[in-house]
């Protein structure tokens, strides 16, 4: 396909027009979309981040509590359990929650390097007629 679109450059001789092809529009939407990911993951990263810290600081009270059975929170309900059985459940809880963070992360430096490989095509071809630049 070889559908063009004509944009108007931002360039300093006024009234200059840039063709967008077909292709150049498909690594625009992709940029978007994988922007668009980098600031969901962003988000997610920072609520693992809490919960992995929650986690750790009720790991931190359950060991300085000196109760055998103390409450453990499941959903909106509290249950009384053994607390060597609490202990393990949150250490069960930490881990799973660092995994999932580390997997968000991987994801999260996959999308920079394709963003950043779609900048350099994007800014070769349109120069300042094109800001992927947030601000």
Same mark, same amino acid.
């Given at each position: 396909m !070889?559908?063009?679109? !004509?944009?108007?450059?931002?360039?300093?001789?006024?009234?200059?027009?840039?063709?967008?092809?077909?292709?150049?529009?498909? !690594?625009?939407?992709? $940029?978007?979309?994988? !922007?668009?990911? $980098?600031?969901?993951l962003?988000?997610?990263?920072? $609520?693992?981040?809490?919960?992995?810290?929650? #986690?750790?600081?009720?790991?931190?009270?359950?060991? #300085?509590?000196?109760? =055998?059975? %103390?409450?453990?929170?499941?959903?909106?309900?509290?249950?009384?359990m053994?607390?060597?059985? %609490? =202990?393990?459940?949150?250490?069960?809880?930490?881990?799973?929650?660092?995994?999932? #963070?580390?997997?968000?992360?991987?994801?999260?430096?996959?999308?920079?390097?394709?963003?950043?490989?779609?900048?350099? %095509?994007?800014?070769?071809? $349109?120069?300042?007629?094109?800001? #992927?630049?947030?601000?």
């Amino acid at each position: 396909m !070889n559908d063009l679109i !004509n944009v108007q450059g931002k360039s300093s001789s006024s009234g200059s027009e840039m063709q967008v092809t077909w292709e150049d529009q498909q !690594n625009i939407n992709t $940029f978007s979309r994988l !922007n668009n990911r $980098f600031h969901e993951l962003e988000d997610d990263i920072k $609520f693992a981040k809490e919960k992995c810290d929650n #986690l750790e600081d009720a790991g931190n009270e359950l060991i #300085l509590s000196d109760e =055998e059975m %103390v409450r453990f929170q499941i959903g909106e309900v509290f249950a009384h359990m053994p607390r060597e059985e %609490v =202990e393990t459940k949150i250490e069960e809880m930490k881990e799973a929650t660092f995994k999932s #963070l580390e997997k968000l992360q991987q994801e999260k430096e996959s999308i920079v390097s394709q963003m950043a490989e779609l900048k350099k %095509v994007l800014y070769a071809k $349109f120069k300042d007629s094109i800001n #992927l630049e947030e601000d």
